[in-house]
């Protein structure tokens, strides 16, 4: 059976991650089901790195599979068996993978860098995993581009403006559920660069890997005419992806990123859906060499509260029915509290992915 | 005895300024406190009155040397270190 | 080493000072260095991160509310752009720790007190380590780079006669101070007794020579009133603290860009597991070497016991076992010093000393008899056999003179400490000159305090370093009778004496804790961390500022010199040392100076 990788991505600290991962690992504690898990941050330590409040701790069976960093193994009661050293190196140590020998608390501090995280889901299903959870960390995505599809963390503590957090909400949703396995004509395969094709398949130009300054918009603004295509493999300013939706190309054009994280890094949700509209309004569309599906959106009304006059935080929430139902309008796939509904509905929807 | 209190190595010290009209009030409010505050072994270290009241440091040793000390985890029979009984244990 | 090109990026709108010293530091160790300006947005960064081709990156901001999420954006881009594939990314600031820096998704991450040291070796694809570069101490002979020559012609052919004097006198005498230190150097085996191997002829010899106390203490098992003896439950679980402890353990440097003087503080709780939490705190928080402190009946009765043995009072006793914990206690880069300078103990404390491998002992002659309550004729005879000791393993002692602080003024006390320094020279040891950083009874009554404190320590260091070329080591502690209760006062009073100590290039210092002046109970161990921190601070704030002496520490540095001289020649005159001590030529009972009563009449004829 092919290994299923969830990510498991926040918006924001404290958007309920580890509370989502902890609600699955409960849930789908079966000897039949060989779990595993990493993190591309730092979970399960008993005050968070950041505002000092309490965190939920993570809690892993016998038999689970693991890959974290050497500093973290004594800092928890699970024992691990270690069965691989990787030779990656991170603040807390080399990443080691191994296998829960005795249950127990652990914290969780793995690959934090996608190669890394390729690297260790290799491992996880070489091992015959089924499923592994890639808990994230704080609002990073990009190593969540190696995984299956995404369970998407949000709430309070992203922001407390339900309007905007819904609208945000909602850009994810439309930009995860663009479709993957996109084509490029076999001469666009240019080692790390972006390549502009016309309607023929044939190369116009070659253009640098990142989308970053604005010489490319210029070089791309003579050809527009004649363009039929476009891939970046990498990442493109928010300043240029607004000039490429403003560019004369010809209706049906088809631009190619290599997978939704990096059109979203690429200047936030917004400006990547604002995009994704512009071009399809010219008849055009938005798609990826690699999809990532979104599997479900858990919501969390918990955040930490700043006190700029005692400089420390305090936990605070804001309505959980209106925060569900808001978000519940704003996406195509299912929305879940956690705490309130239980794991069931959450670990159902991973069916999607598989 | 609370087991944080017993990773204090030897003494605790608490130091602040108490409002009090002499040198004696201070000193007696600073004990009552102590006391109040669960503690035997205490004594004043510093304390300076001005008008407006006292600047002290108060200490309550935890453990004294020789004591049997909590940040040790200790008890038990003694050992045999050196003469007369030198049949056993370790220097 | 491959040079390596690094980017230093403060992604903050002004704090760039740390990246500007890691900037100097990187470029002293050959890297190529960009700083970019401040504030620029993270795909700025990135862009400037491919453009100049930069290996690693170091970031620098410091955390607040909704920074981490900044961060993480910007580790984010650059693991989309790819750059993270072969740019190492550190980031440092205020508030970070390894454990934040993985959650952001750095390589590292460098918290406040970073040394330079740390990030080249960061920037260098060593491994991170924190603390390693801080955990290098190595022990220094204070006393290598001197020659001991004597530049006042005078004092010099006083002290060789006073030496020659004393050594006469000596030469057919003994004491059982003399023959119990003899049995513990030739009938105790330091590796037979680790063994427990029974050493019966040690066993025979040595109670022959002891005190009442110690005689029943091996000949019938009965222990001092005041010491018990530790549990096997106890002695393991200070095994376990130490080695955990060990294990945790930096050893930082207090004097910043000096190299000297080195900082020594004592231990002597009375237990040798308190003072090993003591000494383990006073390394942690800069301390070179510290100083074994026993208790005051220690100087008063012969012998020593054994057994690992903790003591109710003030003092930790000396027993092998004691030493030997305490020895195997210590960081390898500190320096131990096992005083024995005063009692009827002091030769036997230095053989124990050498024994254990002890890099200093202490032993003042004239000290021991007139401040610390030892008959002059037993402390001279007993004193003489221990610098021999010293010599033979090689154990530099300095010489106390702590009778100033009963009223012998400062010219007298030298001229005794450098008749003891004059007997080690002959005897091919190595003396280091310990003259008192104190507010003694001397400059109380003759005013030469009143306005600073610095003038008269000036002149005694001016007025030995006149006479000879010898190490200087004040002490013992430094400030002493300046101290009061207040922590703050008392840590203040130290540093400026360990500032002035430092101005005036001396060898060594000792210093006290802050609860120096408190009597009511033990010294806590947060007040030895008081007056280290101070210290530290002192050092760092003067850096390697001198002091340029005034005519008046001129003036008084000449009298003390002379007033040596006119000492010596008096001792000299009289033709008998012991005899001079008695009369009170070296200090006199209308100064304070008692001749002291233990072991009188002990000293036999051979």
């Known amino acids: 059976m092919k290994t299923l990788t969830v990510g498991i991505a926040g918006t924001a600290k404290n958007t309920g991650k580890t509370t989502a991962t902890m609600a699955l690992l409960e849930y789908l504690r079966n000897p039949g089901i060989c779990i595993g898990i990493t993190s591309i941050g730092y979970d399960g330590e008993r005050v968070d790195n950041v505002t000092g409040l309490p965190k939920p701790r993570i809690y892993l069976e016998a038999g689970s599979l693991v890959a974290v960093s050497e500093g973290c193994l004594p800092a928890g009661s699970a024992r691990v068996k270690v069965l691989d050293r990787t030779g990656i190196k991170t603040p807390l140590g080399e990443i080691v993978c191994g296998q829960v020998a005795k249950g127990g608390l652990m914290v969780l501090a793995g690959p934090n860098q996608s190669r890394h995280l390729r690297e260790i889901l290799q491992w996880m299903s070489v091992q015959g995993a089924d499923l592994v959870m890639v808990d994230g960390a704080l609002n990073r995505v990009a190593p969540m581009a190696e995984t299956d599809g995404i369970i998407l963390c949000t709430g309070a503590s992203y922001t407390t403006d339900l309007d905007r957090l819904s609208l945000e909400t909602h850009s994810l949703g439309v930009i995860c559920s663009l479709p993957g396995g996109a084509e490029i004509p076999g001469a666009a395969h240019v080692e790390g660069k972006s390549v502009l094709w016309n309607r023929d398949g044939v190369i116009l130009a070659e ?10 918009v210029k070089a791309m603004s003579c050809l527009a005419g004649e363009a039929g295509g476009l891939y970046c493999p990498g990442l493109v300013s928010p300043a240029i992806l607004e000039a490429l939706a403003g560019l004369p190309f010809r209706e049906g054009m088809t631009y190619v990123f290599e997978d939704p994280m990096k059109l979203v890094l690429s200047g936030g949700p917004l400006t990547a859906r604002r995009f994704v509209d512009r071009v399809s309004q010219r008849e055009g569309r938005v798609v990826f060499r690699k999809s990532l599906p979104l599997a479900a959106v858990a919501v969390n009304p918990f955040y930490p509260c700043y006190r700029y006059e005692t400089n420390h935080y305090q936990p605070a929430f804001i309505d959980r029915d209106l925060l569900v139902s808001k978000i519940k309008c704003s996406v195509n796939v299912p929305v879940f509290d956690v705490v309130r509904d239980g794991p069931g509905g959450l670990a159902g929807a991973l069916k999607s992915l598989a | 005895m609370s087991r944080i209190l017993e ?56 453990h004294r040397p020789g004591d049997a000390y909590g940040w040790l985890k200790i008890g038990g029979e003694e050992t045999g270190d050196g003469f007369p009984k030198s049949s056993a244990g370790s220097h | 080493m491959v040079s390596r090109k690094v980017l230093l990026a403060p992604i903050d709108p002004v704090h760039d000072v740390g990246l500007k010293i890691i900037k100097r530091g990187l470029e002293e160790a050959g890297h190529e260095t960009v700083l970019l300006q401040p504030d620029l947005q993270p795909e700025e960064i990135i862009q400037e991160i491919i453009n100049s081709r930069a290996d690693t990156v170091l970031i620098s901001r410091t955390l607040g509310y909704g920074v981490a999420e900044i961060l993480a954006r910007f580790v984010d881009l650059a693991d989309a752009a790819g750059v993270r594939d072969r740019v190492r990314i550190g980031i440092g600031g205020m508030a970070i720790r390894p454990e934040l820096a993985a959650e952001l998704g750095f390589d590292a991450g460098f918290g406040p007190g970073t040394s330079v040291e740390e990030a080249v070796a960061f920037v260098e694809g060593r491994d991170y380590v924190p603390g390693l570069a801080k955990n290098n101490k190595l022990k220094i002979d204070i006393t290598e780079s001197y020659t001991y020559t004597c530049h006042n012609s005078v004092i010099a052919g006083l002290l060789k006669q006073i030496a020659g004097i004393i050594l006469a006198w000596t030469e057919n005498r003994t004491s059982s101070g003399v023959l119990r230190a003899r049995v513990r150097e030739e009938l105790w085996d330091i590796d037979r ?81 308190m003072d090993t939490g003591h000494i383990k705190v006073s390394e942690a928080w800069g301390a070179d070497g510290v100083i074994h402190f026993d208790p005051s009946w220690g100087a008063r009765t012969e012998g020593f016991m054994d057994g690992f043995l903790t003591h109710q009072e003030d003092g930790t006793v000396i027993t092998p076992a004691n030493l ?79 009778e100033e602080l009963c009223g012998v003024p400062a010219h007298k006390a030298f001229a005794g400490m450098l008749i003891t320094a004059a007997l080690a020279l002959r005897l091919g040891a190595k003396p280091i000159l310990q003259p008192l950083f104190c507010y003694s009874p001397e400059v109380m009554v003759g005013g030469q305090m009143k306005d600073n404190y610095v003038d008269f320590n000036v002149a005694k260091v001016l007025a030995l370093r006149h006479i000879i070329d010898a190490p200087v080591w004040p002490g013992a502690p430094i400030g002493f009778m300046t101290h009061s209760e207040d922590r703050i006062q008392s840590s203040a009073a130290t540093a400026y004496h360990a500032c002035l100590a430092a101005m005036l290039g001396v060898d060594a210092i000792t210093i006290a804790s802050s609860d120096e002046a408190y009597s009511g109970g033990p010294i806590s161990v947060p007040s030895k961390v008081d007056t280290l921190r101070a210290v530290g601070e002192g050092f760092r704030f003067f850096g390697s500022t001198r002091l340029e002496p005034s005519q008046r520490a001129l003036d008084w540095s000449r009298e003390i010199e002379e007033g040596i001289e006119n000492v010596l020649r008096q001792v000299a005159d009289r033709g008998d040392f012991v005899e001079a001590l008695y009369r009170g030529v070296l200090g006199s009972r209308e100064e304070g100076a008692y001749p002291g009563r233990n072991g009188r009449d002990t000293v036999m004829m051979v």
């Open chain 1, 207 to 216: 253009l640098p890997g990142l989308l970053l300054e604005a010489g490319c």
């Open chain 2, 7 to 62: 990773r204090i190595m030897d003494a605790i010290d608490i130091e602040t300024f108490l409002v009090c009209s002499s040198e004696d009030e201070g000193r007696r409010l600073t004990l009552q406190l102590f006391r109040e505050m669960g503690f035997k072994d205490v004594d004043i270290v510093f304390i300076q009155f001005q008008g407006p009241g006292v600047r002290l440091r108060a200490r309550a040793y935890v």
């Open chain 3, 193 to 273: 007794w680790r063994k427990y191997e029974k050493m019966t002829e040690f066993l025979e010899e040595y109670p022959r020579f002891c005190g009442e106390i110690t005689r029943d203490f091996y000949l019938k098992g009965i222990l001092h009133p005041k010491t018990r003896r530790f549990t096997r439950e106890e002695a393991a679980a200070l095994e376990e603290y130490i080695k955990a402890t060990k294990e945790r353990m930096e050893a930082p440097k207090l004097q910043h860009s000096l190299k000297k003087p080195l900082v020594f503080n004592q231990y002597g709780t009375g237990c040798p597991f």
């Open chain 3, 324 to 402: 030997n914990r305490i020895r195997q206690s210590l960081e390898s880069g500190t320096l131990w010093q096992v005083r024995a300078h005063r009692g009827l103990n002091t030769p036997e404390t230095v053989v124990l000393a050498g024994k254990f491998q002890a890099d200093l002992t202490k032993i003042n002659i004239s000290y021991g008899a007139l401040g610390a309550g030892t008959d002059p004729a037993r402390m001279t005879v007993d004193g003489v056999e221990a610098i021999r000791y010293a010599a033979k393993y090689g154990l530099p002692f300095d010489i106390v003179t702590n």
